[in-house]
């Protein structure tokens, strides 16, 4: 915790964590990144060894027609969530991850009634793409070492 006595500038509580704060700084920020994406691309890897197999599903939630809707939805969970993991189009890849997140977070809470308590993990990783959204990939991503960012 810290405590702010100018603009931006902030007075740690417990001084001595300012060193392992800054050092840990772009590790955590790193690993949210890998296991947002992971975890997306474990999740599409079921669909995308059968890319079709979701066309059910995702009619049933009104995209039609589903043999578009449910190969796109495979892709961009498998690829986009490698690149995420990876920090390469960091940015897009997220936002894309991002919609299909909030899309669930939608069917679980209105469609299927289950409110926050049905929702809350898609809640949860939406906002953590949402982060990488709007930050990007960081010092250690493909993005940055190719100089380049979305």
């Given at each position: 915790?810290?405590h ?35 975890f ?27 043999t ?43 469609v299927?009634?289950?409110g ?28 940055a ?6």
């Open positions: 915790m810290s702010t006595t100018e603009p931006g500038r902030t007075r740690l509580l417990i001084p001595a964590m300012g060193n392992i704060y800054s050092a840990l700084h772009d590790l955590a920020e790193t690993l949210l990144r890998v296991v947002a994406g992971g997306l691309a474990i999740h599409g890897s079921q669909k995308i060894v059968d890319p079709f197999g979701a066309v059910g599903m995702v009619e049933g939630l009104g995209f039609y027609p589903g578009f809707w449910s190969p796109l939805l495979s892709v961009t969970e498998f690829f986009g969530g490698i690149l995420i993991a990876i920090g390469f189009l960091t940015r897009p890849a997220s936002f894309a991850g991002m919609i299909i997140l909030l899309v669930t977070v939608w069917f679980h809470w209105i299927q009634g289950q926050f308590s049905g929702a809350e993990k898609s809640l949860l990783w939406a906002t953590a793409l949402f982060f990488f959204v709007i930050r990007g990939g960081n010092r250690q991503s493909v993005d070492h190719l100089g380049r960012a979305l």
